[in-house]
């Protein structure tokens, strides 16, 4: 049986979850989530404040559909209650970025800067220059607009200069040695 599949998800105060028709509704302080379950072995089963993922059979496809959808209502869970942040980082000379309006306006290293329209269910600020701050409430979404945002400008393995993740290590290749023995 699936490790992550098994697992119940505790529903806080305040959140609450509802499977009807296929699909899965959860609604919380901020804000509301579906997910529809396209397999038809997979069963939500609601008892108070506990919610248990279940499936028919031993299906290879079923074991793995069992810990994905359990794993995606978790997250809408967590999602409804605390908003998912990623943290991407500015490092160049002169480089920097602002949000005016509904734009992320960067200049990053080319002529002209360069604007990304933030889309609906994410909210995006620059606490400093040097910092883009993504979050909302659905994590595949937050993770897709900050991946967008830092396809931007791809960090370059020399100086280390482009867009990337807080939390990410940034590997540098060593420069040319030419004229050393």
Do not use: W
Request: a positive charge; glycine letters at 10%.
């Amino acid at each position: 049986m699936s490790r992550i599949g098994r697992k119940h998800i505790d529903v806080p105060a305040g959140v609450t979850v509802s499977f009807e028709n296929g699909v899965v509704t959860v609604k919380g302080k901020l804000g509301e989530l579906k997910q529809e379950i396209k397999c038809k072995d997979i069963n939500v089963v609601i008892n108070g404040g506990v919610v248990n993922v279940e499936r028919a059979n031993d299906d290879k496809q079923t074991r793995a559909y069992h810990g994905l959808y359990r794993q995606l209502i978790a997250n809408m869970v967590a999602g409804v209650q605390n908003a998912f942040t990623k943290t991407l980082i500015v490092s160049g000379v002169g480089y920097k970025c602002a949000v005016t309006g509904n734009k992320l306006v960067m200049n990053i290293g080319y002529s002209k800067p360069v604007e990304y329209t933030i889309p609906q269910g994410v909210t995006i600020a620059c606490p400093d220059p040097l910092t883009i701050v993504v979050s909302g409430i659905d994590k595949e979404f937050v993770g897709e607009v900050a991946a967008q945002i830092k396809s931007k400008r791809p960090v370059e393995p020399y100086h280390g200069y482009g867009l990337h993740y807080s939390t990410e290590v940034v590997l540098r290749k060593e420069a040319k040695t030419a004229g050393k023995k």
